[in-house]
DNA sequence: GCGCCGGATTACCACGTAGTAAATCTCCTG
DNA sequence: CAGGAGATTTACTACGTGGTAATCCGGCGC
């Protein structure tokens, strides 16, 4: 059986309390108590039971991280973020894998994860009209990414709009003019807030700032995102024989797919088509060509998400706090997909998004 | 406070030990009581605390998994099977990185990650050197990987010197003699079996069954596997001014990275150089060409694991049964940067390889 | 010299669960 | 209808920790 408080306690020579306040750093221990324990402590390896703690106190020390896939790219490289943040702040950390199953993430809003102390969810088949389930919910959790907005709960995302304006401001500024769109979701009254379309509205917005004629047949639709499908959204585009210089691809997988079926098609990128993607994740840049991408701050939104989990956990799920929505800063990497060199977008005013989101 | 065993006992009008046994599947319950205690659980809402379980029984039902980074595509969709594969069994996993730290890996070792009951342990600076280390510990412990050979611990692998042979041997069989390796690392009497060393002693024993001559300067150095550098090392080789069609980069991250090199120099993939990667990660069929690879058998590699773990975990620590060594079989995915088709080559029988790691 | 103050330490207990062993019930045999 | 085997249920307890409140002790003021 493992070392525990009572046995440390009987070769210090003390109480078994007296052992538990050292270990929790209580005040009132005196110095000489206190090294006599911490020697003991060494000498027998004793290490705190975190079962027992988490009974006593309530807490596990433990959060979780709920999400569709991991070999996703962008949700590994999320769950990276997020269980760096946790780890400096003691936390380990749960991952969850739900694959997209909307009973399984109805399922988890209604008990959370087991053995944590909090929930951190990326949700991917609920949408604006089930945020009535979050208002049930009774453990400290903090919502992720975009399908859900206006809920009662903390909310940590990205600049969808401004960002997806900003890249395609950015073709823009290399002369194109007839930019496509790979990964447009058809319009929908429950899901019009789903990433896709925020991206898409982005993309209207840049076009008619620049006024330029906005071509409803360069939106491809890819539904839902399986970046398989963007190479053969983009094969589509180009036996459709519509004109057009640029593509804008609303994640990098599907942007890596658009580079194969260029490439299949004879198209120079970025001389004759000008590409990025949004996601920045790790391997946009090893592509060929590398990609431009949009990098939507991951290590933010993972750092402002446990911080927040945190808060929640800290004050108890009884005080009901207003919700808070932090959107994280982005920055526009441009590669060699639509060749250039680095801009770096500053952080929007918060309310021209959010406006999107009541 | 949450609903206990309690409560529910209170409602069904029997004993706390009787909910207990039904929520345990004990036998001997009346189906009658059984029946009534679920209705109450069920009215109640009740869920059983984990900290008290683990407490009273010594589990946890969660396991962890050590591994150096998520953000690296291979450990991501380890982790995304790992993950599955333990939730078929019930339990939770706890995903650790350890950033390539090699304290960090010590300290694992030593004290096993808290609130889990086994851990899966994918080393990147532990070494056979480091195989002491694995005689203390006092945790269920499976390690993944190729790093240490012949510890007492149960270990699950791949056929790292089949599967790159069979990578090789398919190069050869499209006809290429001068074949180029990206990634080799240089001989070092302690790591002499890391993965590099034995996916080139697999690249070797291809060249000599076929009778092609071993040109040690076509083993290009890449150490350690940053993605980047592979990219790198192709240009170095081409700047060489050495003669090759084909190359067999060790990971796909690298194959990658050569590919983009390759069409910088304006080499066309397959026809004048075939390349061919390793690990098969997701992106690598989006590659532009879309990219060969060996298949490691992720899959099952997570399954065993986990199926190991828990037999350590049930059997208790006390009990040394002798270690296992697993190695899943692979295979070979052939796209277009090797043109051809598909070809699956069976598992080997365990014994070649496993005379490498006495 | 007495009593009080406050730091230091301790006894006691409960957190929710499940193992153990004993108690109780049920049904069958003779 | 007694006896008993087996099924079912229960009382009691410990798992390791930390909160509460009580106790202990040395030093100080009067």
Chains 1, 2 share one sequence.
Not at 193 to 208: C, D, F, K, T, V
Request: charged fraction near 25%.
């Amino acid at each position: 059986m493992a070392v525990t408080m009572r046995d440390v306690a009987i070769v210090a020579r003390v109480s078994p309390k007296t052992v538990s306040n050292v270990v929790n750093d209580h005040p009132n221990v005196h110095p000489d108590t206190r090294a006599r324990v911490q020697r003991a402590i060494a000498e027998l390896g004793y290490r705190p039971n975190h079962s027992a703690r988490g009974l006593r106190s309530g807490r596990t020390g433990v959060i979780g991280l709920a999400v569709p896939e991991l070999k996703q790219a962008y949700f590994a490289e999320l769950a990276d973020a997020v269980i760096a943040a946790a780890a400096k702040r003691g936390l380990s950390v749960i991952v969850g894998q739900l694959g997209g199953d909307r009973e399984h993430e109805i399922e988890l809003l209604t008990h959370g994860l087991p053995q944590t102390d909090g929930l951190l969810f990326s949700p991917e088949q609920l949408g604006s009209e089930d945020r009535d389930l979050l208002a049930d919910v009774d453990f400290p959790l903090v919502m992720l990414g975009e399908w859900i907005f206006g809920g009662p709960t903390d909310h940590v995302t990205m600049h969808n709009v401004t960002a997806a304006r900003s890249a395609v401001e950015h073709l823009i500024s290399l002369g194109r003019r007839r930019i496509a769109v790979i990964g447009a979701h058809p319009e929908d009254e429950t899901r019009q807030l789903g990433p896709s379309n925020l991206r898409i509205q982005g993309y209207r917005e840049a076009l008619a700032a620049a006024g330029i004629e906005h071509d409803p047949r360069l939106e491809r639709v890819v539904a839902p995102w399986h970046p398989d499908d963007g190479a053969e959204a983009a094969r589509e585009l180009i036996r459709s024989g519509l004109e057009f210089d640029a593509v804008f691809a609303l994640t990098d997988a599907l942007a890596l797919g658009a580079l194969r079926a260029l490439g299949e098609a004879g198209r120079v990128v970025p001389d004759d088509v000008a590409v990025i993607g949004f996601d920045n994740i790790a391997i946009s840049h090893l592509a060929n060509p590398s990609l431009s991408s949009v990098d939507p701050g991951r290590a933010e939104i993972a750092e402002m998400a446990v911080g927040m989990l945190v808060e929640r956990i800290e004050w108890g799920t009884g005080s009901s706090r207003p919700a808070r929505l932090h959107k994280a800063a982005f920055d526009v990497i441009v590669r060699e997909s639509s060749g250039g060199t680095t801009v770096t977008a500053p952080t929007e005013p918060a309310d021209a998004a959010q406006a999107l989101n009541g």
